[in-house]
RNA sequence: UGCCCGAUAGUAUAAAGGUAGUACGACAGAUUUUGAUUCUGUUUGUCGAGGUUCGAAUCCUCGUCGGGCAACCA
């Protein structure tokens, strides 16, 4: 992955100090690992996180793990274990080895059981809010109580008895004896064990107690000898005790680095919340068009490559940052201009009769990509008398500027003829029903002789042959661009029309054979792909992300 | 009022004591059988005050501002 036309390329903060590591000999290669916990879906932020622990194995010739950190029974489900691993898949990582935490429960008790035994852990009996009081706050340190002082044979005793469902959850902890009085929280003797008396979605009831995070994580990490393990900006005051666990239990030395996560406007990336959203029904489901979620995502019809691409651009750094979604859809679209099928669609009919042209059906040549250019596949579109165009391609007293379809106006119609605005028909109420245009024959698309210059080209389908097609237009999920922040809930800013759903489009026929893996860009309009929803009945796209809209902005400004 | 991170155009991201650059956005123009794409140009920045130095975005000091830390969550 190193470029080689660029050597002065500029390394980020992890390549540095990979390079470092790898040149003074500290590593020989390098090992990383992609840590979520099974609870939920994975969404973009994680898709950063991804790209950075693949990527920099890549980049240096390493490997990485795919480690689920289930050490909370309580919350973990194998639906979500399943849905993560497709989605490390599908943005094209292969993980090394897919671990558990859980694998290591048996080693991670032996480890609690050597710091017994070296008089760096011992049981606790207080209750949760007992511990909490105790344990001060970030300005007042924290005090010791008569437990700290037990046994290392006492200790030991008890832990033992912990694992054997004896005690209730709750009733008793394992605690590392650091120090209460650290101004470090997370140093003020951690709980690194508690009873949960819960099926775990892999080992069952084969365990009462869990470890904790923080005697977990780490642990897992030096187990697999990971070397660089990387994680987000609220684990650095973690870091020392990562370190403190490495040291006292004499393993592997893994180290950890921080990142700041990926935030993104007009959007959360908070697991909980985006779960909220789910369960009170402001969106269908996890996968969901408009969540951030990566298989929302996929749904929506982002690719992978878009996604990598995206998070190479916005790099990584330690400090905050709110990424502006015009970036991701910038991506979008620069992947899926030079790999999009383009069709015809018309969202909205206006119906027009060629009055000189004759009962026939005519086949008109098109390119389906068209920056391929002569490389590209072609297709034939059938093009008739009867035609829909767009209603908003046409203005019967347009502005200086409208380069489409009026009263005497002519206009090509892509890849076929140039016509000419005759007559407006309209019914009683003086809404317009039809136009009634001629064409030019010398105009056709690709041996054009009339010498004729049109400012628009329009996309159309033509009255008989168009299938009716259903469109899920999507806008982004909330108002504001950053919700996290606003005062009050983030669901009061919520966009109220983030779906519009089109039921009266008209397709040009191929679209009838539309597939799943096929991204299509719908001229002048937006990128489109199929969704699940659709059937042999009802055919459904999903609106990508929209064209850039030059026009749009001129109106705007009036 | 403890400890720990951080601060470069609107948003991100480079410059490792020596010309503040790049991308996205915005704006203007060219090309265009998609008002798309492509191309060209313009715009806007080192948090503040001191210090070290011939020279500071970079090193030091003190501030300011933002974020994190007090789950038997990860």
């Given at each position: 992955m190193a470029e080689s036309n660029a050597e002065a390329r500029s390394?980020?903060?992890?390549?540095?100090?990979?390079?470092?590591?790898?040149?003074?000999?500290?590593?020989?290669?390098?090992?990383?690992?992609?840590?979520?916990?099974?609870?939920?879906?994975?969404?973009i932020g994680h898709a950063k996180s991804i790209c950075l622990n693949f990527g920099l194995a890549l980049e240096y010739g390493g490997k990485t793990n795919l480690r689920f950190d289930d050490t909370n029974p309580v919350k973990e489900e194998t639906e979500y274990v399943e849905s993560i691993i497709e989605d490390v898949k599908w943005l094209g990582f292969n993980p090394d080895k897919?671990?558990?935490?859980?694998?290591?429960?048996?080693?991670?008790?032996?480890?609690?059981?050597?710091?017994?035994?070296?008089?760096?852990?011992?049981?606790?009996?207080?209750?949760?809010?007992?511990?909490?009081?105790?344990?001060?706050?970030?300005?007042?340190?924290?005090?010791?109580?008569?437990?700290?002082?037990?046994?290392?044979?006492?200790?030991?005793?008890?832990?033992?008895?912990?694992?054997?469902?004896?005690?209730e959850d709750g009733e008793k902890v394992l605690r590392a004896k650091i120090d209460m009085g650290s101004p470090n929280m997370h140093m003020r003797d951690p709980i690194i064990y508690r009873i949960k008396k819960a099926h775990h979605h892999r080992t069952g009831n084969d365990w009462f107690i869990y470890p904790m995070y923080d005697f977990a994580h780490g642990q897992s990490d030096s187990i697999e000898h990971i070397t660089h393990s990387i994680c987000t900006l609220e684990f650095i005051s973690h870091r020392p005790l990562y370190d403190w666990f490495i040291e006292k239990l004499e393993i592997f030395p893994s180290r950890q680095y921080e990142f700041a996560r990926l935030n993104?406007?007009?959007?959360?990336?908070?697991?909980?919340?985006?779960?909220?959203?789910?369960?009170?029904k402001y969106v269908d489901s996890w996968d969901d068009p408009r969540m951030p979620?990566?298989?929302?995502?996929?749904?929506?019809?982002?690719?992978?490559?878009?996604?990598?691409?995206?998070?190479?651009?916005?790099g990584v750094q330690k400090r905050d940052n709110l990424i502006d979604v015009s970036l991701?859809?910038?991506?979008?679209?620069?992947?899926?201009?030079?790999?999009?099928?383009?069709?015809m669609v018309v969202f909205d009919p206006l119906k027009i009769?060629?009055?000189?042209?004759?009962?026939?059906?005519?086949?008109?040549?098109?390119?389906?990509?068209?920056?391929?250019?002569?490389?590209?596949?072609?297709?034939?579109?059938?093009?008739?008398?009867?035609?829909?165009?767009?209603?908003?391609?046409?203005?019967?007293?347009?502005?200086?500027?409208?380069?489409?379809?009026a009263p005497g106006k002519s206009v090509r119609l892509k890849s076929a003829y140039i016509i000419q605005c005759e007559q407006v028909i309209?019914?009683?109420?003086?809404?317009?029903?039809?136009?009634?245009?001629?064409?030019?024959?010398?105009?056709?698309?690709?041996?054009?002789?009339?010498?004729?210059?049109?400012?628009?080209?329009?996309?159309?389908?033509?009255?008989?042959?168009?299938?009716?097609?259903?469109?899920?237009?999507?806008?982004?999920?909330?108002?504001?661009?950053?919700?996290?922040?606003?005062?009050?809930?983030?669901?009061?800013?919520?966009?109220?029309?983030?779906?519009?759903?089109n039921r009266h489009a008209l397709a040009e026929p191929s679209l009838a054979n539309a597939k799943f893996n096929e991204r299509y860009q719908f001229m002048r309009k937006?990128?489109?792909?199929?969704?699940?929803?659709?059937?042999?009945?009802?055919?459904?796209f999903n609106r990508t992300v929209s064209l850039k809209d030059g026009w749009a902005k001129e109106v705007k400004k009036g």
């Open positions: 390394l980020n903060f992890l390549e540095e100090i990979v390079e470092e590591d790898l040149k003074s000999g500290k590593n020989k290669t390098i090992l990383t690992r992609f840590p979520p916990e099974p609870n939920g879906y994975l969404h897919i671990l558990y935490a859980s694998d290591y429960f048996e080693q991670l008790y032996e480890f609690a059981v050597k710091l017994i035994k070296k008089g760096l852990a011992y049981v606790d009996d207080s209750s949760s809010e007992e511990i909490a009081s105790q344990k001060g706050t970030p300005t007042e340190p924290g005090e010791a109580n008569k437990y700290r002082n037990r046994s290392v044979e006492e200790n030991l005793q008890l832990f033992r008895e912990m694992r054997s469902g004896i005690y993104l406007t007009f959007t959360i990336m908070s697991k909980r919340k985006l779960l909220q959203l789910v369960n009170e979620t990566i298989s929302g995502l996929r749904r929506r019809g982002y690719t992978p490559e878009s996604i990598r691409n995206f998070t190479d651009r916005i991701l859809e910038f991506c979008l679209r620069e992947d899926l201009n030079k790999n999009a099928l383009r069709k009769v060629i009055t000189n042209y004759p009962e026939q059906v005519e086949m008109m040549t098109t390119e389906d990509y068209p920056e391929a250019g002569e490389k590209s596949s072609k297709r034939e579109i059938p093009f008739s008398r009867e035609l829909y165009i767009e209603k908003e391609d046409f203005m019967e007293n347009p502005p200086k500027k409208f380069f489409r379809l309209k019914d009683n109420q003086g809404n317009i029903t039809e136009l009634h245009c001629i064409y030019f024959p010398e105009s056709k698309s690709g041996n054009d002789a009339s010498g004729l210059k049109v400012q628009g080209t329009l996309h159309w389908v033509s009255k008989a042959h168009a299938i009716p097609v259903e469109l899920r237009l999507y806008d982004r999920l909330f108002k504001v661009e950053n919700p996290a922040m606003e005062e009050g809930d983030f669901k009061d800013y919520i966009n109220p029309d983030s779906l519009e759903i937006a990128y489109f792909c199929l969704d699940k929803d659709s059937s042999e009945e009802k055919i459904i």
